[in-house]
């Protein structure tokens, strides 16, 4: 350490003892043990700020044998429209409500015009309504306006999505999670956290919530209920429910 550093370090402790504040005097020794060797950089407190992120293997190979793996948000709890609304009222100056009552009247405004036929552009994205036949037709002079039907919406997500991600980011930190293959070879817990989800919704279980109980990805969830859909004797049926499917005990 050179000369003129040990003088700046010396005259940030004596600002510090001025202001007589402890933690920042603890702060200071233990910068102090740092330059010294004496704390190792895996002593240091790990990072607690930053989106949390996990890791889980893919199916495909790398070079060495091994399975890829790739990153993906863990967002292991949900922010509700109510909590939104909070957090708005008490960070944004919203009056509580306000922004639930902008969502219902754009909702509607967007899902009419949709119905006429436009794609509505907005600063969060695009949204555009997605029809699909009810039969199976190989003519298209066969198609008739009975046979079209509304497949939910489109969703493009605007640029400011990412704007405003980039304006809040902090770096990202690391949640250790379990390994999804381990969990995929243990089909005696998986059948039974798959009992226990049917219990809880009386008979019927979805994609998320046998995610959330099993600890799978929604990937892997949705890979796992549509293997027990198959086969000679399968344990599940398989039923489009709204925008998503739920899963029935045979």
């Known amino acids: 350490m050179g000369f003129r550093s040990l003088i700046r370090i010396f005259e940030l402790r004596s600002m510090i003892l001025t202001l007589g504040n402890t933690q920042l ?30 890791v889980h293997p893919t199916p495909a190979k790398g070079k060495d044998g091994k399975n890829i793996v790739y990153a993906k948000p863990a967002m292991r709890y949900k922010m509700t ?31 009419e015009l949709m119905a006429m036929g436009y794609r509505v552009d907005t600063p969060i994205g695009s949204f555009a309504p997605r029809l699909e036949l ?19 919406v489109d969703y493009q997500p ?55 109980t099993s600890g799978l990805t929604y990937y892997s969830a949705r890979k796992q209920l549509n293997q027990w859909t198959q086969g000679e004797n399968p344990k599940l049926l398989k039923t489009r429910r709204g925008q998503e499917y739920i899963y029935t005990e045979i």
């Open 25 to 54: 005097n603890l702060g200071f020794r233990s910068l102090i043990r740092i330059f010294a060797g004496k704390i190792k950089e895996s002593d240091m407190p790990r990072k607690k700020d930053g989106m949390p992120y996990e």
């Open 134 to 152: 009810i039969r199976e037709i190989t003519d298209p002079d066969d198609v008739k306006s009975r046979d079209i039907r509304f497949n939910g």
């Open 81 to 111: 429209m109510q909590g939104v609304e909070d957090f708005c009222s008490r960070n944004y100056g919203l009056r509580y409500g306000e922004l639930s009552r902008a969502f219902d009247v754009f909702l509607s405004a967007a899902g």
């Open 158 to 212: 605007g640029k400011r999505w990412d704007e405003s991600l980039e304006r809040w980011n902090n770096g990202f930190r690391r949640i250790e999670n379990t390994n999804t293959l381990e969990l995929l070879a243990d089909k005696k817990r998986l059948e039974d956290v798959l009992q226990n989800c049917l219990q809880r919704y009386n008979g019927y279980v979805t994609v998320g919530s046998f995610a959330r």
